[in-house]
């Protein structure tokens, strides 16, 4: 075949309706914002009449969602879920997901596994812990990665480059870019500690408790986050579910980092 034909056949195989979602989906995913379908029109130069249809069925699959005191869409969970899916996902949770386990049960409360995704977190994983109670987010949960106690935990450990991308693309969901002051201090306590141990700046009576998970080429790829419950009456338990979490996600980072080696992705 030559590189004169492939425009012929491709346009002979094409497919209207599924490009147009796709084209949907993809400007979410670029703009980073609720859009209204107004603005969906706008951004991809076609009529509101041309991506009702479309709209509304990709809104009945679940990958996108409406709010509706603005009527503007925003990517929804189902993408979210099929990522999940990807060979890298699973390589990461099939690693931590024991590990998520064990510490539920060794220290009673609920670690997330955390992800950055375009400049915000995403939990990916989860175990609910404790024995009468347990204080646990949704899949999908995220915040901007500045601001949360786990995004902190990775872009902590991560090139320049990719430290200055991440940065960029959490300033992207803020109106006013964080004080980069602030940042820099909590990036080297991190640094300098290996973990993050501080008040919920989210939620009040929680205590964050977070420590990186590194990939083979000595970067954090995720981390575990812990919303410590701390309860009246009881010993402090922090100490130790600290200590149990960095045995943890040791033990994570070292599976893949073999993992990868063994496939010969990296060395």
Same mark, same amino acid.
């Given at each position: ?18 490009? #147009? ?11 980073? $914002? ?16 041309? !991506?009702?249809?479309? &709209? ?8 996108? $969602? ?8 925003? *990517?929804?969970?189902?993408?979210? #879920?099929?990522? !999940? ?17 064990? &510490? ?10 955390? =992800? ?5 977190? =995403? ?13 646990? !987010? ?12 786990? /995004?902190?935990a990775i872009l902590a450990f991560?090139?320049?480059?990719? *430290? $200055? ?22 990036? #080297? ?14 939620? &009040? ?5 977070? +420590?990186?998970?590194?990939?083979? $080429? ?5 981390? &575990? ?11 402090? /338990? ?8 960095? #045995?943890? +996600? /040791?033990?994570?980072?070292e599976k893949l980092s073999n993992?990868?080696?063994?496939? /010969?992705?990296?060395?």
């Amino acid at each position: 075949m030559t590189e004169r034909t492939k425009p012929e056949r491709t346009a002979s195989y094409s497919a209207p309706a599924l490009i #147009k979602g796709l084209d949907i989906l993809e400007l979410l995913a670029e703009r980073r $914002q609720d859009l209204t379908m107004k603005e969906i029109a706008e951004g991809l130069g076609r009529t509101k009449n041309e !991506l009702f249809r479309m &709209i509304v069925a990709l809104q009945e699959r679940g990958y996108i $969602q409406r709010n509706p005191d603005t009527d503007a869409f925003s *990517l929804g969970e189902r993408l979210f #879920k099929l990522g !999940l899916h990807a060979p890298s996902s699973q390589d990461l949770l099939t690693a931590a997901m024991p590990e998520l386990e064990f &510490i539920a049960a060794e220290c009673g409360q609920s670690p997330h596994l955390v =992800v950055l995704a375009s400049g915000r977190t =995403v939990v990916t994983a989860a175990v609910p812990g404790g024995e009468d109670m347990s204080f646990t !987010l949704h899949l999908g949960y995220g915040r901007v990665a500045t601001d949360a106690t786990s /995004g902190i935990a990775i872009l902590a450990f991560q090139s320049d480059a990719m *430290l $200055q991308r991440g940065l960029a693309e959490a300033d992207a969901h803020l109106t006013e870019p964080m004080d980069r002051a602030v940042l820099a201090d909590r990036l #080297k306590t991190v640094r300098e500690q290996g973990y993050w141990m501080r008040d919920s700046s989210d939620f &009040i009576g929680i205590t964050d408790i977070c +420590c990186p998970i590194f990939g083979p $080429q000595g970067t954090a790829v995720a981390s &575990i986050v812990i919303p410590f419950v701390n309860r009246h009456n009881r010993p402090d /338990g922090r100490p130790h579910t600290l200590e149990v979490m960095q #045995k943890a +996600c /040791g033990r994570i980072s070292e599976k893949l980092s073999n993992r990868i080696n063994r496939t /010969g992705i990296a060395d």
